[in-house]
């Protein structure tokens, strides 16, 4: 039985990719078993070797270990996101405190810490080139940064810290989760569902019968405050508790509640903070981070706070003359906003979603869209591989080759909706490329678009192009990856750089030649007319005062509870906080609520990737938007500009500092001036 284990030896098909059609469910837990036992044994020999401590035998070593957990983990934590089970959550739900406790083990390993300080140490005489070096700053700062420098008494409390935050974390996504479920809205009447397209009232009633409900509708909620549905609904009574079921999830005082999980969350934070000998969480996270301090983030967030905010309450005075003009005499709320925003995008650019999604077909706009443009600016082909072995019936595997014809890659396509997938849209990697390793890269792109019925193509809306654009971009920073150690591969770069190069590729959707190429009628075959073409690019600054002050709102949140200090952080008034930190920070918009509140903030407390880092995004803009204005005044789809992209960019992963890399590959500092005139945030409040 265990040699038979798939994760055990690496995977003999085209690119290592894992051999899905042998791996069982039963393989997991043994593979993490033994792969979190070799990499302590691994280091462990490190750690014992008694010969002196060199770049090889410490570094390059560390980098070799844990093969096992590494292949392990990839196929593993890929398949509890897009294809869950109860037994799949079973496993995670033992494996996740193992890791934390794992991890631990290895950067608290004061032999092993020992060596890589002595390293460090003599690093101006070590002769390394820029990658090596790098390889040791950054080991050295990530075991600084795990605590390996404390004493035993404080290690103690380090690893008692980090598994409850691990559980804790866990138990938050649960609540959110289940507490969303119980947030959905029931309605008896279909009258009250006047507005919903048929097919959004049949799902409507086809989720009352998955609750067991005879009859009537159930309008589910997804996770952001604002929900689709509040654009189409005319019934104002029902708007208004759609969006209170909303707003109010995660705080009713109910098992679902939140509020309790989140005051220890964010204690427990602060106090490790202290003990890493930072004032605050947010002091930790970001220092790691390109922003470096707090208060660089805060003062970008300053400077686009009060232009959103005289924006929004612009686009709230149209919207209450909407209302006027409709014949109503009520004062605009939270609930009404969607509503009057599509009349008033209506009435103003003409722009219909049922209009535009026939010429969305999924297909095309994949492969004479997404493809198409990644052919034209980097010379890449894509060939199906159905031969080869995905994770689901749905998950597709297409060949990816250079402008050379040699094989560059795999990407796999996981496009569907379906109840075992988590929401949202993600990329990831299943094979890092590495240079150590020989490996090419190998990187899914999860979304969840709604299939059509048997024999119907399916047909996306302006946004889900968007976003088959944007994870595409995580994948090409994945594919030209470059770099020699796994540790650098693609998108591991800070969490508040890693956003901008899927955010730059959103700039095909739109583009001409790119739209012209992909965006044709399924039935007709006729191109997308240009008036309508013409009027997406004039709307694209519509409703962008709501859209940047709801996001900055939730930025300035996170901050808020992540620069509290421990001796602050107990008993606190979630609401209460809440309000307070919304007030201060001048985002307090009583109908922009932010796009989460902090009972369901998953992104910042179920995991710690965004927690202090949802400011990520529009630092991350800033880039983006620098390097559009870059790619449009040297012409946009071009050879040239693709290769120097990729090869100054892309390539370097995160094999060198961030901005030095930006700085290199851009010729200065960026500059902020774009990304306020995209937003439209130029004009003086
Ligand atoms: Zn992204």
Same mark, same amino acid.
């Given at each position: ?109 004061? $032999? +092993?810490?020992? %060596?890589?300080?002595? *390293?460090?140490?003599? =690093? @101006?005489? !070590? ?5 090596? &070096? ?125 509020? $309790? +999980?989140?005051? %220890?969350?964010?204690? *427990?934070?602060?106090? =490790? @903070?202290? !003990? ?5 969480? &947010? ?125 560059? $890659? +795999? ?147 996170? +901050? ?126």
């Amino acid at each position: 039985m265990t040699t038979d284990n798939p994760f055990f030896a690496p995977s003999d098909l085209p690119y290592q990719l894992p051999p899905f059609d042998r791996i069982e469910i039963g393989h997991y837990l043994p593979a993490f078993e033994r792969g979190m036992a070799d990499q302590r044994a691994e280091v462990a020999a490190i750690a014992a070797d008694p010969a002196p401590p060199t770049f090889e035998n410490t570094l390059v070593a560390l980098e070799r270990s844990g093969r096992i957990l590494q292949r392990v983990s990839a196929a593993f934590f890929n398949l509890a996101s897009s294809d869950t089970s109860p037994q799949l959550q079973e496993i995670e739900k033992a494996v996740v405190p193992q890791l934390s406790a794992h991890s631990d083990a290895i950067m608290l390993d004061r $032999g +092993l810490y020992g %060596r890589v300080r002595e *390293l460090y140490e003599r =690093r @101006a005489e !070590l002769g390394l080139d820029a990658e090596p &070096a790098w390889l040791l700053e950054r080991y050295h700062t990530d075991f600084v940064r795990a605590g390996a420098q404390l004493s035993d008494e404080q290690h103690v409390r380090l690893r008692e810290l980090n598994a409850e935050l691990a559980g804790l974390a866990t138990e938050f996504g649960n609540k959110v989760r289940d507490e969303m479920n119980a947030s959905a809205v029931v309605v008896d009447d279909v009258a009250e569902l006047d507005g919903l397209s048929d097919d959004a009232i049949a799902a409507a009633a086809q989720a009352a019968r998955d609750r067991g409900l005879e009859r009537g509708y159930v309008l589910n909620l997804i996770l952001p405050t604002a929900q689709p549905q509040l654009a189409s609904l005319t019934d104002r009574a029902l708007r208004e508790r759609l969006h209170t079921a909303s707003v109010t999830r995660g705080g009713r005082g109910d098992e679902h509640d939140t509020t $309790g +999980l989140v005051r %220890r969350i964010v204690r *427990l934070r602060a106090e =490790r @903070a202290r !003990l890493l000998g930072f004032e605050h969480h &947010a002091e930790y996270n970001i220092a790691d981070n390109t922003a470096r301090t707090v208060q660089a983030v805060e003062e970008m967030l300053a400077k686009l706070a009060p232009a959103a905010v005289a924006n929004a309450l612009a686009e709230a005075e149209d919207l209450q003359a909407a209302i006027a003009a409709a014949g109503e005499t009520f004062t605009l709320e939270p609930w009404d906003w969607a509503f009057y925003t599509e009349r008033v995008r209506r009435e103003r650019y003409a722009i219909d979603e049922a209009e535009l999604r026939p010429y969305f077909e999924l297909e095309r706009v994949l492969r004479d869209g997404v493809f198409y443009a990644a052919g034209r600016l980097y010379g890449l082909r894509f060939e199906e591989r159905p031969d080869l072995p995905a994770y689901h019936p749905d998950a597709r595997v297409f060949e990816v080759l250079d402008h050379d014809g040699s094989p560059l $890659g +795999l990407f796999v396509g996981d496009f569907f909706t379906r109840a075992s997938k988590r929401g949202g849209a993600w990329a990831n990697a299943l094979v890092p490329q590495s240079r150590l390793f020989g490996t090419a890269p190998v990187v899914v792109n999860n979304l969840n678009i709604n299939r059509a019925p048997a024999g119907e193509p399916t047909l996306l809306t302006l946004d889900e192009v968007r976003t088959l654009f944007h994870e595409f971009g995580h994948a090409l920073h994945t594919l030209f990856s470059q770099v020699h150690f796994p540790k650098f591969a693609g998108t591991r770069v800070p969490r508040d750089f890693v956003e901008y190069p899927s955010q730059v590729n959103e700039v095909w959707m739109l583009w001409p030649e790119v739209l012209a190429n992909y965006a044709t009628h399924h039935e007709t075959g006729a191109p997308l007319p240009q008036e309508i073409v013409d009027r997406l690019q004039a709307a694209k600054q519509f409703n962008e005062g709501f859209a940047t002050t709801e996001y900055l709102a939730a930025s300035l949140l996170d +901050l808020a509870w992540h620069t509290l200090r421990v001796e602050d952080a107990e008993d606190v008034d979630v609401a209460a906080f809440e309000a307070a930190a919304l007030e201060r920070a001048g985002v307090a918009v009583p109908f922009v609520p932010p796009r989460y509140r902090t009972p369901y903030f998953a992104h910042i407390f179920s995991g710690a990737a965004y927690s202090a880092g949802y400011y990520s995004y529009i630092w991350s803009e800033v880039l983006d938007a620098d390097t559009v204005d870059w790619l449009t005044e040297q012409g946009g789809l071009r050879r040239e500009l693709g290769d120097t992209f990729r090869d100054g960019l892309l390539a370097r992963g995160g094999s060198a500092d961030s901005m030095a890399v930006y700085r290199a590959f851009r010729g200065r500092d960026p500059l902020i001036e774009p990304l306020l005139k995209r937003r439209g945030l130029t004009a003086n409040p």
